[in-house]
């Protein structure tokens, strides 16, 4: 019998050493899917911006600062996925497309061309938009009050001040009869904005003259040709590709010297003269607060748009003397911020 005893005990050994190999090869097959299951276990927040990174910090601050007041910590228990499209708007659909495979629990957009993106990509995934456009105007909602459907955010109010703009720098240039407005040709706004800026040009009896610029050439471009036309001042249109350029748009304003009025105050922070508009990074704040209100149960068709309140009103004094511009009293008392 002890032949057949050590076979069976060679058997039985080869059975346990086949179970503990399928044991482990089990474990490791499921190891990466429980790994996948605790990450998705934290949602995950699509950042979709028109813009660049460079330059973005306070505002994503502000972004961060916002998810923490309803309770939400980035790599804690959210996780941000960030695309940026640099200004390349035609990149925008194919990063919504991404972000909709990854099934990400929201989408933040942030510019008016990665909301239409965003927009166009899903219609279940909630998006939260930033935008200087008026939302129901470009299809985005509806109705500010009930936007319905899968998408609500901030209304920056970017393209709606044109007559307060040019009024504030008839006031700082009362010679100019003509003032240009650079836009950007390659951004869904353009024609909106060109007609705001005409119309409202026209109640106060100057001229406004557009020029289009949508990339590092054809801005250096619209400078020179506005310096031979000796062109009385110039307003920058609001878009998220010039925000990126800030630092270039505001050293050729310097260098060409041509008094310009920005939509932002980061280009006054850089030297630039002068910015009329709303603060951004509140928005983006508020934003945030939308997009963790919907992490915790809330729909977003219920959630109305937000309307931008507070707006700042920033003079740059040090480049208005390089420039030889005096700025009157009345200008001064109306700031909210003078840059000595």
Avoid: C
């Avoid at 503990?20 to 949602?43: D, E, K, N, S, V």
């Avoid at 239409?116 to 935008?131: C, D, G, N, W």
């Avoid at 607060?289 to 109305?304: C, D, H, M």
Wanted: aromatic share 8%; hydrophobic share 45%; net charge positive.
């Amino acid at each position: 019998f002890e032949p057949l005893r050590y076979r069976l005990l060679s058997l039985g050994a080869h059975m346990q050493r086949r179970k503990f190999i399928t044991l482990l090869g089990g474990a490791a097959a499921t190891w990466p899917i429980a790994a996948r299951a605790q990450q998705l276990a934290i949602p995950v927040i699509g950042f979709l911006n028109s813009g660049a990174a460079e330059g973005f910090a306070r505002r994503l601050a502000a972004y961060r600062r916002g998810l923490g007041e309803v309770g939400f910590a980035e790599t804690k228990n959210v996780a941000i996925e960030y695309r940026w499209a640099n200004g390349q708007y035609d990149q925008l659909r194919s990063m919504a497309a991404d972000f909709v495979k990854q099934r990400v629990a929201v989408i933040a957009a942030g510019g008016p061309p990665a909301a239409t993106a965003a927009k166009a990509a899903t219609s279940v995934i909630p998006i939260v938009f930033t935008t200087g456009d008026d939302p129901v105007q470009t299809g985005l909602v509806p109705s500010l009050n009930r936007p319905g459907g899968n998408v609500t955010g901030v209304y920056l109010f970017l393209t709606g001040l044109s007559a307060k703009k040019l009024g504030l720098l008839r006031d700082l240039v009362p010679q100019a009869t003509v003032i240009a407005a650079m836009l950007n040709s390659a951004s869904q706004n353009t024609k909106l904005q060109a007609k705001d800026l005409q119309a409202a040009g026209s109640t106060i009896g100057v001229t406004v003259q557009v020029a289009y610029a949508s990339n590092d050439q054809e801005i250096e471009s619209v400078f020179a040709a506005l310096s031979r036309q000796q062109i009385g001042a110039l307003i920058v249109g609001s878009d998220p590709y010039y925000l990126s350029r800030r630092q270039k748009i505001v050293a050729l304003a310097a260098s060409y010297a041509i008094p310009t009025f920005y939509e932002l105050r980061d280009f006054v922070d850089e030297g630039g003269l002068m910015s009329y508009g709303t603060d951004i990074d509140d928005g983006y704040r508020q934003a945030a607060v939308y997009a963790g209100r919907i992490l915790r149960g809330a729909n977003p068709s219920n959630l109305p748009v937000l309307q931008s309140t507070q707006f700042q009103f920033v003079i740059n004094l040090k480049t208005a003397r390089s420039l030889g511009i005096m700025v009157s009293n009345n200008l001064l008392s109306l700031a909210d911020e003078v840059i000595e």
